[in-house]
């Protein structure tokens, strides 16, 4: 054979040996995954197209762990995103990349209720069991300090609603998305406040909203007991309310509010103290920032609960005492909502 065929053939072989790769790197990345049923996957904080590639292949999902890399070079704007995905059936290796970049990942949810209290949420954090805890067992003053939040206590820095997170995810990611909320519908809320109103800030009008929550899941209510407390505030009236009051007591408070309680000088206690508590007591909803900024129309100064969730608005001491004659017949239970005394 001469040199130059010798050489033709040898080029030609090359050739066919490079088409053959090239083929088979084809069908590699655009063949369906080699599972029979959707898959869950999590791509680790960092992960390397060649890391992502050899955890594909040693589970059998794709023949080479190489094929990944030609993936991410071919398409270099795909970039995987932290999070668990599901893999279906079907899907080759350049449309699971195209799912890693989406970052469409499996989420879980979890719902922050209205009226409670910081040390509620991370215990409703903590029993999901699949949120990486680090705050546990924090007070509201720890929590504050270690998220940096700018306040003495993170009570009612966090918007109750219901939130979105990933395997792994920790506490302080899930509470640090509650608080930006939060400072939005604040700000927004005090924007569009009414005025005048005895409430000077807008801290203040969350705290005052509060104690709104915890006084009613009424919603028609709610701007009416804001303005009973705006009108006591206008008047200098304590406020004297006693979700305050079963605050203040913190782990002291054992269902039922005494007349000692009611004398115990906490700086919560709005049967003692003038004007509002230092912080919130509660994490609050929308409804309640709302009527905290644009409370009802009532000339009011007393609220007593009826028994069946709402409460009967008084204008003056008599109207109170005969409201309370009728509605509160027994000594306050766990379940009692406050009504001012005088």
Do not use: C
């Not at 071919?74 to 995905?85: E, H």
């Not at 000692?260 to 049967?271: A, M």
């Not at 909803?285 to 905290?292: D, N, P, S, V």
Request: charged share 20%; proline share 5%.
């Amino acid at each position: 054979m001469s040199a130059v065929k010798w050489l033709v053939s040898l080029i030609f072989l090359l050739l066919t040996l490079m088409a053959a790769a090239a083929g088979g790197v084809y069908y590699g990345v655009t063949q369906p995954l080699m599972i029979d049923e959707a898959q869950e996957y999590e791509v680790q904080s960092g992960s390397s197209s060649t890391r992502i590639g050899q955890q594909l292949a040693a589970r059998g999902w794709i023949y080479h762990p190489m094929l990944t890399k030609v993936v991410s070079r071919l398409n270099p704007t795909l970039v995987p995103k932290k999070g668990r995905y599901l893999i279906e059936p079907g899907q080759n290796l350049i449309q699971v990349f195209q799912l890693f970049d989406s970052g469409k990942a499996i989420y879980h949810e979890v719902t922050l209720l209205e009226g409670k209290t910081v040390k509620d949420y991370i215990s409703t954090l903590a029993a999901k069991g699949n949120i990486e805890m680090t705050m546990e067992g924090f007070s509201a003053e720890r929590v504050a300090e270690h998220m940096k939040l700018g306040y003495p206590s993170a009570e009612g820095l966090f918007f109750a609603n219901t939130y979105r997170y990933h395997d792994g995810d920790t506490d302080v990611d899930i509470l640090r998305h509650a608080n930006a909320l939060l400072i939005k519908e604040l700000k927004t809320a005090w924007g569009i406040r009414h005025t005048p109103i005895p409430i000077k800030t807008s801290y203040d009008a969350l705290i005052l909203a509060s104690i709104i929550e915890k006084e009613t899941g009424v919603p028609y209510e709610r701007p009416l007991i804001s303005k009973v407390f705006m009108n006591r505030l206008k008047r200098k009236i304590r406020l004297q309310t006693d979700p305050t009051v079963i605050y203040g007591l913190g782990d002291q408070y054992n269902g039922n509010i005494t007349r000692k309680d009611l004398r115990s000088k906490t700086p919560y206690n709005t049967y003692v103290i003038k004007g509002l508590p230092p912080t919130p007591i509660a994490n609050v909803g929308k409804e309640a920032i709302l009527a905290a900024v644009q409370p009802g129309e009532t000339a009011a100064l007393y609220f007593v609960a009826k028994g069946d969730g709402t409460h009967a608005f008084s204008r003056t001491l008599r109207e109170h005492n005969n409201a309370v004659a009728k509605y509160q017949k027994f000594q306050r239970r766990k379940d009692y909502q406050s009504s001012p005394t005088k």
